[in-house]
């Protein structure tokens, strides 16, 4: 990185602080926001810089004095119930890991962290968390009402909420009791009284679809092809191929449609196809047709106006019509995004030549047309109560229905969304949680400082060089040596990935995102988890990486596998039978490929905790990808005759 110093700007300045940003040349305009890096490096009391890359390219620093304003005061806001809406999620980064709890309004704790996910409270005054990979409900008070024994729990709807494990799906009312134990092999949320279920048909084939009220009692039997939630009183089911209907909720059909597809109905209309494979229009609800087909997609019909596709062979062409299908947004942009209340986004691709790699939006008048803002932004959201959260190169804000950035607060560099929780906003920003008041005056805001025991703590650090590279790494403070010191978090950050990214833009092909959690601490042992996940634009997926570091604190040693065993104790030979009959004997492991296994390796990725060795392997190595690292726990009372128990790694946390 260069540096630029501005120290003249700022001598004399009673004005406010000294603003500067500094932009690069994309090709196409000044687009590439080059975000400042917070690092010790580069910090310092006496100078006033920015910094640039060490890389070719044509740059831009803009610099002036922001005023100290007077905060924005919105009306104060009343909800439906102080008691639950007053409480929010929040994650804790914890020498236990991260770990969620909720705060009050004040940005004080009220529920301690103990969970591994926390969702916000519903109106019913019960939030889903969860534990140990399953999902429970907890009341305001931190009370369990529903033991983390699920899947996963969907939010209540009409008093009920979905449920599943491993014997399928069902209903929980809203004490947490199961009010059937008929089990679903899918089951959605109740909508006017029914609710959407599937169950695998017995004579092989497709599951078949019906439709089931608040008790699990089948009011419409499963013999649908496929089916929709009601909406006013009727919903679309596929009757055999090539035959769709509206039924009510008793299954008496309202109209049928003989076309090989019908789309669920919108504002009264259902887009259609009139031949296999041919282009969409749109049907009235009678069945006449209310727009010939003429779009190679078309989405359903809201606020009186559809989104749809004029392009062949897949490709982008999308506009906005009207109910008489006449085109109020030109069918020509890469993406048209409905955002509600008479809003829609307008996206071109960032890269033209890449456009998987993301828009640039602008936004629109749904009714006319009319741009109401040339500002380019990278992510939109839906407008909720007039305001939508957008983010640009730089900073993520709200903006209002004039498409211009809101008058209401916060303004956050990074890349994100604002969520209105009750009296606060929330902000996840570039993967960490805040919260602020309605005047924008931060109350609470996630850690980044992980106490361990004096004077051990590990201090979370931002490596951001460009908008496709965000890595949090550790540098672990207290460690007696200076020399020692250096030596770790040297190693800490590289091995995160922390270093030598570039500016990004078109020429880089892939986007990372990394980060780190204490794993395990007791004595002078710190385990650090590093995970990182490299996407490769265009890609069906990533790739996600995970590195235990076993980190003396005392003398800076970075332990390996084998540093645990006695010298000629054969622990590779030993520890591969050990996980060849956990493949060969434990039912969780069936995933595995078959003869894939061929035993670990001297340097095989591991680790520890105060009761067992754990050894990992990576996606595809022995099974699938979503099979994510598959995980063999060694208890220590097994390989006791293996270890050194006098060895510096046993007794680093013995």
């Known amino acids: 990185m260069l540096r630029i110093r501005l120290n003249e700007l700022g001598k004399g300045n009673d004005n406010g ?32 810089f920015v ?24 009306p104060e806001w009343v909800g439906d119930d102080l008691r639950t809406t007053g409480l929010h999620p929040a994650p804790f980064n914890l020498k236990e890991g991260t770990l969620w709890g909720y705060i009050n ?57 979905v449920v599943s ?25 109740l909508h006017e009284g029914l609710a959407l279920f599937s169950k695998q048909n017995t004579t092989g084939g497709q599951s078949l679809y019906g439709y089931v009220d608040a008790q699990g009692k089948e009011v419409l039997p499963a013999i649908y092809l496929d089916a929709n939630d009601f909406m006013n009183g009727m919903a679309l089911v596929k009757i055999k191929e090539g035959e769709y209907a509206l039924i009510d909720p008793e ?19 259902l887009s259609y196809q009139a031949t296999e494979n041919g282009k969409y229009g749109y049907l009235n609800t009678d069945g006449t047709v209310a727009i010939q087909p003429q779009f190679t997609s078309a989405l359903p019909f809201s606020e009186g106006r559809a989104v749809v596709n004029t392009a062949e062979n897949y490709g982008n062409a999308y506009g906005l019509i009207d109910k008489q299908g006449r085109m109020i947004i030109p069918a020509k942009y890469y993406e048209v995004l409905q955002l509600g209340e008479g809003r829609v986004a307008i996206g071109t691709p960032v890269f033209p030549n890449q456009p998987y790699r993301g828009s640039r ?74 919260y602020y008041d309605r005047q924008g005056k931060q109350i609470w805001r996630q850690n980044g400082v992980i106490p361990l025991r004096p004077p051990y703590s590990v201090v979370e650090k931002k490596y951001k060089p460009n908008r496709d590279y965000l890595v949090y790494y550790p540098v672990v403070e207290g460690i007696a040596s200076a020399e020692v010191s250096r030596e770790v ?46 996407y490769p634009f265009g890609a069906a997926h990533g790739m996600p990486t995970k590195i235990y570091t076993h980190t003396n ?77 598959p995980t063999f726990r060694i208890p220590y009372a097994e390989i006791m005759g293996l270890i050194s128990t006098e060895g510096d790694f046993w007794q680093s946390f013995h």
Do not use: C, M
């Open 105 to 161: 309004d004040e940005g004080r704790v009220q529920i301690e962290p103990r969970y591994e996910y926390a969702e916000d409270f519903q109106k019913n005054g019960l939030a889903i968390v969860q534990r140990k990979n399953s999902s429970g409900l907890i009341d305001s008070s931190g009370r369990e009402r529903v033991k983390p024994i699920y899947s996963f729990i969907t939010p209540f709807s009409e008093e009920r909420a």
């Open 553 to 629: 604190l005392r003398n800076g040693r970075f332990y390996k596998l084998g540093d645990l065993f006695k010298p000629g104790s054969r622990y590779v030979e030993k520890l591969s039978k050990i996980v060849g009959k956990q493949i060969e004997n434990d039912p969780q492991y069936s995933y595995v490929f078959p003869d894939t296994y061929k035993g670990i390796t001297s340097d095989q990725p591991f680790f520890v905790d105060n009761e067992a060795l754990y050894l990992y392997f990576a996606p595809y190595e022995i099974a699938p990808y979503a099979a994510g690292f």
């Open 361 to 434: 939006y602008i936004i629109a008048n749904a009714e006319t047309g009319a741009i109401l803002s040339n500002h380019t932004l990278l992510g939109v959201n839906n407008y909720q109560d007039g305001l939508a959260s957008v983010y640009d190169a730089k900073e993520t804000f709200f903006i209002d229905r004039t498409g211009k950035r809101a008058a209401q607060p916060p303004v956050i560099q990074g890349t994100g969304t604002l969520t209105l929780s009750g009296r606060l906003i929330r902000a996840d920003i570039d993967q960490r949680t805040a």
């Open 165 to 189: 494990d491993a014997k399928g799906y069902t209903f929980i009312d809203e004490k947490g009791r199961e009010v059937t134990s008929a089990r679903y092999d899918y089951l959605n949320s």
């Open 251 to 269: 299954g008496n059909i309202s109209h049928t449609y003989n076309h090989p597809f019908v789309g669920s109905p919108g504002d009264g209309l």
């Open 489 to 534: 978090n040297d190693k800490l950050r590289k091995l995160s990935l922390a270093e030598d990214a570039g500016s990004g833009g078109a020429t880089q092909d892939f986007s990372y995102n990394g980060d780190f959690s204490v794993s395990f601490f007791r004595k002078n042992l710190l385990v650090l988890e590093l995970t990182g996940y490299r």
């Open 51 to 74: 910094t640039i890359p060490a890389e070719a390219g044509l740059y831009r620093v803009d610099y002036s004095n922001k005023p100290y304003e007077a905060p924005y005061l919105l």
């Open 17 to 48: 602080p000294l603003q500067a940003d500094v932009w690069r040349w994309d090709g196409i305009g000044w687009n590439e926001y080059i975000t400042q890096q917070d690092e010790d490096f580069i910090r310092t009391e006496e100078e006033l």
